[in-house]
Nanobody
Framework: VQLQASGGGLVQPGGFQRLPCTASGGTFSSYVMGWFRQSPGKEREYVGVITWSGGVPYVEDSVKGRFTISRDKAKNTGYLQMFNLKPEDTGVYYC???????????????WGQGTLVTVSS
């Protein structure tokens, strides 16, 4: 199964962006789909996760109240919804398949190509 995040682009501060992560080449069957981001000059940062079967989402405190995570099993697609975007949200966003809700990067064994989100006026 290959993962591909998309939907990135330029958005103004305070704006909204939704990033789909589509699994192709098979049915997504991992325990979780996680989301990470990497801002310029920084290490990859955990954003949140959703359990694929039960659809239970979790987002980090740093984005709680602004970001939400969902999934559509029928479409084999997960989503990261980002509201009230700030310039510091700029970065490359990745989705990944993992075996547990552990935020450790090593827990994720299948990474999609990232999509760049730029928050700027």
């Amino acid at each position: 199964v290959q993962l591909q995040a998309s939907g990135g682009g330029l958005v103004q501060p305070g704006g909204f962006q939704r990033l789909p992560c589509t699994a192709s080449g098979g049915t997504f069957s991992s325990y979780v789909m996680g989301w990470f981001r990497q801002s310029p000059g920084k290490e990859r940062e955990y954003v949140g996760v959703i359990t694929w079967s039960g659809g239970v989402p979790y987002v980090e405190d740093s984005v709680k109240g602004r970001f939400t995570i969902s999934r559509d099993k029928a479409k084999n697609t997960g989503y990261l919804q980002m509201f009230n975007l700030k310039p510091e949200d700029t970065g490359v966003y990745y989705c990944a398949a993992g075996a547990s809700t552990n935020p450790w990067v090593g827990n994720y064994n299948n990474w999609g190509q990232g999509t760049l989100v730029t928050v700027s006026s």
